[in-house]
């Protein structure tokens, strides 16, 4: 058989994210699950069967990094692709730092997502 | 009742308020006059009444008496206040009266007449005399107001009090009643006079007390006229002159006193004008020439001067007249008595001011006794020289020098030689250095000097002499001249050679026999002579042998020389005899011829020794005294005066003839007792025997009896006439008749008399009393004031009116002057007739008669009460004064102190203090101290020194003295020390240091200087911290051209426009200013004054200056900061706003493009996901209208306004700007001024909005004065309520102005300044037009622009003005667009 797709989750507390990023995933062969906030992800079966986190950073609750150092703490290491609507450009490095994939500022393009995504399955 | 036209036109045409009234009181008609007056409608009349017209005060008075008026019938007459139309109430007099003569009445006629400037000036004339009354009530000296007629119609309130009356009693007092008697007539004739003349007055006149004391007053009078100059009133003042008159009459008395001491001195006085008239002289004058002032100024043709002497006094006067010196002349007067005296006459010139002589004194002092007195002496002293010349021996007078000065005739005669010639030119060469060295000697010790000496002959030989030198001492035993005697000693000389020569030969001739020698046989005969016998009898020895019959010796004398030559041969005892023996030449001289026996052992006579001297010069010489004693007898029986000479024992020798004539006793009488009056015998004879013994004048007056049995007063000297030794030989007296001179003086007791007759006129308390101290006489004055009769007070009796508390005290001094013969005084209260004791100082001064004994005792007493009252008060302050005040005697005992005294002894009366040693209370450190400063007082210093006391109680208190040296009663000087406790003080000044210390350091700490600057003098007092702040000396003068020298010239400006606030007196005002410093460095002070309120001496400022440079440095550091953080926050915001749209906008947006990229993906699948693609489209669609929403909701977010309408008191909300912008206006130096209108009306709108508005002006203004510099950078805010109801607030600047038209300003984007945006004044404008009002700007006419906005007031009713606003606000939201 041939190997399953991989599990890209994506967490954002915007609906329409939620709503459009999973088809794209789809599209670009990726199995997908969307999650509302980080609490529903750690609640959910799929913490560890994601191959690929999408994560947006600011977020009610628990924040994206805040989700990305309690997966590390599990012993999860789950590649992330962090996303985020405040352009901020000393933010991405820090998160590279702790061990993001990339952070892809919003509205970004399908192919600078499908280019995230490789690195970070490439990597795991 | 119908009234016709015609009556009605005539009281129209009255000039007068006239209306009819019914009998019942209601008016039926008002003239035109009336109701044009009170401007009513003539038709009223009739339906009117008073009330309308009558003021509401006078009408219930005016209603009843027009009712009395009516129900009399008479006419009558009421007053009232009537309304006049413009309201205006005015004084009517009503007349009223029943019309016609009908009766029943049937009409009353009124007249009212305007009475009102009548009633103004009845009240004012009302007022003017209280005025009047009260101007003169407050007139501190008695005053009293008369009428023409001289009525009294008013008397102030210090006149009742000095008479002690009511008003009304003193009116019907006439000027007897309270003017002295004395003055009574003047005073009266002076007031009519002026009466009469309406001219002022001015009298001096006694006024009696309440008290019954009359006092001298200076009464002015003056009239009081009116416009027309009719006099209304008299005016009188009464100015209490009683001390000057006092002084005045004191100087009277002691003029007269002066004149009648200058009469009562037996010296007579002249006065001469400076030309040498005579003006006046005194009474002894007077009574000497017995002429009268005017008789004496012709003295010079009026033979008072003796004719021998006029001439030489008339040279001398005018000499020294001439001169303007003093001269003495030596006159003879003639008296009254036609007799001449001897005057010396002192004339002595009295200079002014100026130096020009005023007048002339001259003294006549008689010294006629003291010419007889010389004349005597001349005549003695010529007798004496007659008597010394007479002397049969060398007399010589000796200077005190030792030179001769004069001699005798017998010296002069035996030597040659003028009696004034060298002495020693008559010693022999060999024996004058011998007789210099002795006189020398005697000379130096002024004892006798005794010489034997060869004395030059006028034949050229010499001879031996003895000479004896004796002093002659004065009266006070100083030698004046010595008197020398020579006795020829040469034959006594030649007698010893002869013995000695004749020894050799003899060698039986003893030594010592001089002379002439004869030797004799036991029986008698002539053994043997020696040559100078021989020689000089000029035989030879044989013929000499017949001596007794050859004629040697005189045949007169040989009887009675043989006789005692037998006799003495019988008994073998020594002969003696005188007997003149032949010379040579047949001359005779006169021998003494002793003789005595030589006898060998067994006593047998072996022979007898005859010696034989010549006496011959010594003969002639007894003869010569003899003659010249009747010589003398003939010169003193000459002597117009009694002279007598006396033994040396004091008995009556002779007397002249002058004495026999007088007494009547002829010849020498036996006792001089017998002239005497047996009751002058006593006393004469124990001084005349004292006298005797002693060897001094004898001088006594007495009564002699005269040849008629009466007795005159003679004075009788008697000096004696001594030898060569000193020894008195005999007494010569004299007595002078005195009889006269006593008269003179008896004259001049009774003369005394008379000055106690003038005593009693004088209006003192004089009096006399016996050398035994009892009362003799008190003048009139003394007996009316203790109100007793001569009798009753003479001897002690006017001891009843002293005091009986003072009487020992008295008593004790007046023994005690009495003693002592001084002129003394003594203090006691007398009793006055009305039984009041006053204090008096009695003043005795002693009268002597010539011999100096006291006569009688003379004394003043004064009155002193006031002088006691004034020391009593004084002693009851220094009682009371907390001070102590004490006397500390030399030796530091406490004579007297005070109860301060005590208390600071801390004893429980002065009792226990006084007695102490005040060293005892001085702490012991400070001991050493206080005895070297209380010594220096005592020795004449003042003093203060600062000491500790230790008292009885031992608390130690720290005290200051300060003490002047004070003479004591005894004289001794002792310290008067006034002390103060001022522990507490010195404890206040301790914190006070401490405090100032405190402030200093805490000052100084926090570079705060205070200042004290008083406007008006100019005086500047820095602490010590701004001196250092300004890096000034401290303590150098502060001057304001000083501390602007200092201040940065960028800020002269605003120092000048403090200086000027301040000169306007500014209650307070607050600076910050920078000054330059030597080093160029520079500080910024704030400065905040406020005007001291309780200042009297102008305007002062208190200060305070803080050093600000720290704060300053530091702020502008912040500032720096906070701008720059300002623009990084802005920056920030900005970020943080576009970051935050961004997030809002790029959500969706990545929706879009996520859904965008999927539906491309889809497509471009094969087959194409149709359904997948139209749903992500669908979804790209929603995903925009989301973005779109989120920049509405931007929209909507950004431009949501809270707009608040509420009240806003403007000048609140100015104030809170100024708070806000305070630094900044600092910072740029600009001098605020603000002139907010008092009850601003309030305005609607939104407070933040106007703030914004205001403060954007105050920063334009700022900006535009950033540049200037040179003047002040001043800033004035006003708010002030408009005409119309609006309210303005303006801005007024000095700056740079308005470079464009006013209206460019507001247009957006325009803009003056280099960093400005351009939309600060038209967002302005749109927020103020959005509040409904104006915003403007306006060229100053100085310097500057003006800002300003108007704004409607608050209406009262927020809803409209909300409305208002809300409608404003559209349209500025409209605007708001616009940016």
Same mark, same amino acid.
């Given at each position: 058989?041939?190997?399953?797709?991989?599990?890209?989750?994506?967490?954002?507390?915007?609906?329409?994210?939620?709503?459009?990023?999973?088809?794209?995933?789809?599209?670009?062969?990726?199995?997908?699950?969307?999650?509302?906030?980080?609490?529903?992800?750690?609640?959910?079966?799929?913490?560890?069967?994601?191959?690929?986190?999408?994560?947006?950073?600011?977020?009610?609750?628990?924040?994206?990094?805040?989700?990305?150092?309690?997966?590390?703490?599990?012993?999860?290491?789950?590649?992330?692709?962090?996303?985020?609507?405040?352009?901020?450009?000393?933010?991405?490095?820090?998160?590279?730092?702790?061990?993001?994939?990339?952070?892809?500022?919003?509205?970004f393009s399908d192919s600078a997502l499908q280019h995230a995504l490789g690195s970070a399955l490439q990597s795991s | 009742m119908k009234k016709n036209v015609e009556t009605s036109r005539a009281f129209d045409a009255l000039p007068a308020l006239v209306w009819i009234a019914l009998p019942d009181g209601n008016v039926d008609f008002l003239n035109r006059r009336l109701s044009d007056y009170a401007g009513l409608d003539r038709s009223d009349g009739r339906d009117w009444d008073w009330s309308s017209i009558v003021h509401v005060d006078d009408l219930p008075n005016f209603l009843a008496r027009w009712q009395s008026i009516r129900a009399s019938g008479e006419s009558g007459a009421l007053e009232a206040r009537l309304r006049r139309f413009d309201g205006d109430y005015r004084w009517h007099s009503l007349h009223c009266s029943p019309m016609g003569g009908d009766r029943p009445i049937e009409q009353w006629c009124g007249v009212a007449t305007d009475i009102d400037d009548l009633r103004r000036a009845e009240s004012k004339l009302r007022q003017s005399q209280i005025d009047f009354q009260s101007v003169v009530d407050s007139i501190p000296v008695p005053v009293a107001v008369t009428t023409p007629s001289g009525e009294v119609e008013a008397l102030n309130r210090p006149t009742l009090d000095y008479f002690g009356m009511t008003l009304d009693t003193l009116k019907d007092w006439k000027s007897s009643d309270v003017v002295h008697p004395d003055d009574l007539e003047r005073t009266i004739q002076t007031q009519l006079a002026a009466h009469r003349a309406g001219t002022s007055y001015?009298?001096?006149?006694?006024?009696?007390?309440?008290?019954?004391?009359?006092?001298?007053?200076?009464?002015?009078?003056?009239?009081?006229?009116?416009?027309?100059?009719?006099?209304?009133?008299?005016?009188?003042?009464?100015?209490?002159?009683?001390?000057?008159?006092?002084?005045?009459?004191?100087?009277? &008395?002691? $003029?007269?006193?002066? #004149?009648? @001491? *200058?009469?009562?001195?037996?010296?007579? =006085?002249?006065? +001469?004008?400076?030309?040498? &008239?005579? $003006?006046?002289?005194? #009474?002894? @004058? *007077?009574?000497?020439?017995?002429?009268? =002032?005017?008789? +004496?100024?012709?003295?010079?043709?009026?033979?008072?001067?003796?004719?021998?002497?006029?001439?030489?006094?008339?040279?001398?006067?005018?000499?020294?007249?001439?001169?303007?010196?003093?001269?003495?002349?030596?006159?003879?007067?003639?008296?009254?008595?036609?007799?001449?005296?001897?005057?010396?006459?002192?004339?002595?010139?009295?200079?002014?001011?100026?130096?020009?002589?005023?007048?002339?004194?001259?003294?006549?002092?008689?010294?006629?006794?003291?010419?007889?007195a010389e004349d005597a002496l001349r005549l003695n002293e010529r007798e004496s020289r007659l008597i010394i010349d007479s002397i049969p021996a060398r007399v010589g007078i000796y200077n005190t020098e030792g030179i001769r000065v004069a001699a005798n005739r017998q010296a002069i005669e035996l030597s040659g030689f003028p009696g004034d010639a060298d002495w020693r030119d008559l010693f022999h060469p060999d024996d004058l250095e011998r007789a210099e060295v002795r006189w020398r000697e005697a000379l130096a010790k002024e004892e006798a000097y005794e010489c034997e000496y060869r004395a030059l002959m006028a034949d050229g030989t010499y001879r031996w002499h003895l000479g004896r030198r004796v002093p002659m001492r004065d009266g006070e035993g100083r030698v004046s001249r010595w008197f020398g005697v020579s006795h020829d000693i040469e034959d006594r000389k030649r007698a010893e050679q002869a013995v000695r020569e004749s020894e050799r030969q003899l060698r039986l001739i003893v030594d010592t026999i001089p002379g002439l020698i004869a030797l004799f046989t036991p029986e008698g005969r002539l053994e043997g002579a020696n040559d100078q016998f021989l020689d000089y009898v000029g035989q030879t020895f044989e013929e000499a042998k017949n001596w007794a019959t050859n004629g040697t010796s005189h045949p007169d004398d040989l009887p009675n020389a043989l006789a005692v030559f037998q006799r003495s041969l019988l008994s073998g005892e020594p002969y003696e005899f005188e007997t003149r023996i032949r010379r040579f030449d047949g001359m005779y001289r006169w021998f003494q011829i002793r003789g005595s026996a030589l006898r060998d052992n067994t006593g047998r006579i072996l022979r007898w020794y005859g010696l034989l001297t010549d006496i011959d010069d010594m003969k002639r010489a007894q003869e010569a005294l003899v003659a010249s004693e009747r010589n003398l007898q003939d010169t003193l029986d000459s002597i117009p005066a009694r002279v007598g000479i006396f033994s040396a024992d004091g008995t009556l020798v002779s007397v002249n003839k002058r004495t026999v004539e007088l007494t009547g006793i002829p010849g020498v009488p036996a006792d001089w007792r017998l002239v005497f009056h047996p009751d002058d015998v006593p006393l004469a004879e124990s001084r005349w025997r004292e006298c005797l013994a002693t060897g001094d004048p004898f001088e006594y007056e007495y009564r002699a009896r005269m040849a008629d049995g009466t007795y005159r007063w003679h004075l009788g000297r008697r000096v004696a006439l001594r030898d060569a030794t000193g020894k008195p030989l005999r007494w010569y007296g004299i007595a002078h008749d005195i009889e006269d001179q006593k008269r003179a003086e008896q004259a001049l007791a009774a003369t005394g008399r008379s000055l106690q007759i003038t005593i009693d006129t004088i209006a003192a308390l004089a009096w006399s009393a016996r050398p035994d101290g009892t009362a003799e006489f008190l003048s009139q004055v003394y007996l009316d004031y203790i109100g007793l009769s001569a009798d009753e007070a003479r001897d002690w009796g006017w001891t009843a009116a002293v005091h009986p508390d003072d009487l020992n005290g008295l008593t004790a001094a007046w023994?005690?002057?009495?003693?002592?013969?001084?002129?003394?005084?003594?203090?006691?209260?007398?009793?006055?007739?009305?039984?009041?004791?006053?204090?008096?100082?009695?003043?005795?001064?002693?009268?002597?008669?010539?011999?100096?004994?006291?006569?009688?005792?003379?004394?003043?007493?004064?009155?002193?009460?006031?002088?006691?009252?004034?020391?009593?008060?004084?002693?009851?302050?220094?009682?009371?004064?907390?001070?102590?005040?004490?006397?500390?005697?030399?030796?530091?005992?406490?004579?007297?102190?005070?109860?301060?005294?005590?208390?600071?002894?801390?004893?429980?009366?002065?009792?226990?203090?006084?007695?102490q040693r005040f060293f005892d209370f001085v702490a012991p450190e400070h001991r050493a101290q206080y005895r070297e400063f209380h010594e220096k007082v005592c020795a004449g210093q003042k003093g203060f020194l600062e000491f500790d006391l230790v008292n009885a109680l031992g608390i130690r208190r720290h005290m200051e003295t300060h003490a002047a040296p004070l003479r004591d009663s005894d004289g001794s000087i002792v310290q008067l020390g006034v002390t103060r406790d001022m522990t507490a003080r010195k404890q206040m000044e301790n914190s006070l240091r401490r405090s100032e210390a405190f402030l200093a350091e805490g000052q100084h700490l926090a570079r705060l200087g205070s200042l004290s600057w008083n406007v008006t003098s100019g005086e500047i007092i820095w602490s010590e911290q701004l001196y250092r702040i300004f890096e000034f000396e401290t303590g150098s003068a502060v001057t304001l051209e000083r501390i602007t020298a200092s201040v940065h010239p960028e800020d002269a400006a605003l120092m000048n426009d403090m200086f000027e606030r301040a000169k306007q007196g500014e209650s307070d005002f607050e600076y910050q200013h920078r000054i330059v410093l030597a080093d160029g460095s520079i500080k910024h002070l704030h400065l905040i004054a406020h005007r001291a309120r309780d200042s009297t001496d102008g305007i002062e400022y208190i200060g305070a200056v803080l050093d600000i440079t720290q704060r300053r440095l530091s702020e502008a550091a912040l500032e720096k900061l906070r701008s720059e953080l300002a623009h990084v926050t802005r920056i920030m915001s900005l970020g943080a706003l576009t970051a935050s749209i961004a997030h809002e906008v790029n959500q969706p947006l990545a929706g879009i493009i996520t859904n965008a990229g999927t539906c491309l993906r889809m497509l471009a699948s094969e087959p194409p996901n149709i359904d997948g693609a139209r749903e992500t489209a669908r979804r790209t669609i929603r995903d925009g209208n989301r973005a779109a929403d989120v920049i509405a909701r931007l929209r909507s977010l950004f431009s949501r306004r809270d707009v608040a309408a509420e009240r806003v008191d403007l000048n609140e909300a100015v104030r809170e700007v100024i708070a806000l912008c305070w630094s900044d206006l600092q910072r740029n130096r600009v001098v605020l001024r603000n002139e907010f209108a008092d009850d601003l009306p309030s305005v609607t709108g939104d407070r933040v909005q106007l703030q914004q508005v205001i403060i954007n002006l105050l920063r334009n203004a700022s900006d535009a004065m950033a540049a200037v510099e040179g003047r002040t950078r001043r800033l004035t805010i006003r708010t002030a309520a408009g005409d119309t109801g609006e309210v303005r607030f303006s801005v007024r600047d000095t700056g740079v102005g308005l470079a464009s038209s006013p209206e460019k300003l507001f247009e957006t984007f325009y803009t003056t300044k280099a960093e400005g945006m351009g939309i600060g004044l038209s967002v302005s404008r749109s927020i103020v037009e959005a509040h409904g009002g104006k915003l403007w700007a306006e060229v100053n006419d100085g310097p500057g622009a003006t800002f300003s906005f108007s704004l409607p007031a608050f209406a009262g009713d927020l809803e409209p003005a909300d409305r208002q606003w809300r409608s404003a606000n559209k349209r500025s939201a409209s605007m708001q667009r616009g940016f």
């Open positions: 058989m041939k190997s399953p797709k991989p599990l890209v989750s994506v967490v954002d507390d915007d609906e329409s994210v939620r709503e459009s990023l999973p088809d794209l995933l789809i599209e670009l062969g990726f199995r997908a699950e969307a999650f509302a906030s980080a609490e529903d992800f750690l609640g959910s079966t799929h913490v560890d069967t994601t191959n690929c986190l999408i994560l947006d950073v600011s977020m009610p609750g628990m924040t994206g990094p805040e989700l990305h150092r309690e997966l590390l703490r599990r012993g999860r290491d789950i590649p992330v692709v962090f996303i985020t609507a405040l352009k901020d450009e000393k933010v991405k490095p820090r998160l590279i730092e702790q061990g993001a994939i990339n952070c892809l500022f919003k509205p | 001015n009298v001096e006149s006694r006024h009696l007390r309440a008290d019954g004391i009359y006092r001298w007053y200076n009464v002015l009078g003056m009239p009081l006229r009116d416009a027309n100059g009719d006099t209304l009133r008299w005016l009188h003042l009464l100015v209490d002159i009683d001390d000057r008159k006092r002084a005045e009459d004191a100087l009277r &008395e002691s $003029e007269r006193n002066s #004149r009648l @001491i *200058v009469d009562s001195i037996p010296v007579g =006085v002249g006065v +001469l004008t400076p030309s040498g &008239e005579l $003006e006046a002289v005194n #009474r002894t @004058i *007077v009574e000497y020439f017995g002429k009268s =002032v005017a008789e +004496l100024k012709n003295w010079k043709s009026a033979g008072l001067v003796h004719p021998d002497d006029i001439q030489r006094v008339i040279e001398a006067r005018q000499q020294a007249i001439t001169a303007g010196k003093s001269y003495a002349t030596e006159q003879r007067l003639r008296g009254a008595d036609r007799t001449y005296r001897w005057f010396r006459v002192c004339g002595n010139p009295q200079y002014g001011d100026n130096g020009e002589i005023q007048r002339w004194f001259v003294a006549y002092v008689d010294i006629d006794e003291q010419k007889r023994q005690a002057i009495l003693a002592s013969g001084q002129l003394g005084e003594a203090e006691a209260r007398l009793r006055r007739h009305d039984g009041e004791y006053r204090w008096f100082l009695f003043r005795a001064n002693p009268l002597r008669d010539p011999n100096g004994a006291i006569v009688k005792w003379y004394g003043i007493n004064t009155d002193i009460e006031d002088r006691k009252r004034m020391e009593e008060s004084f002693r009851a302050i220094v009682e009371t004064t907390p001070e102590c005040v004490k006397l500390v005697s030399r030796e530091g005992i406490v004579l007297r102190t005070n109860a301060a005294g005590a208390v600071m002894a801390g004893v429980p009366s002065v009792e226990d203090v006084i007695g």
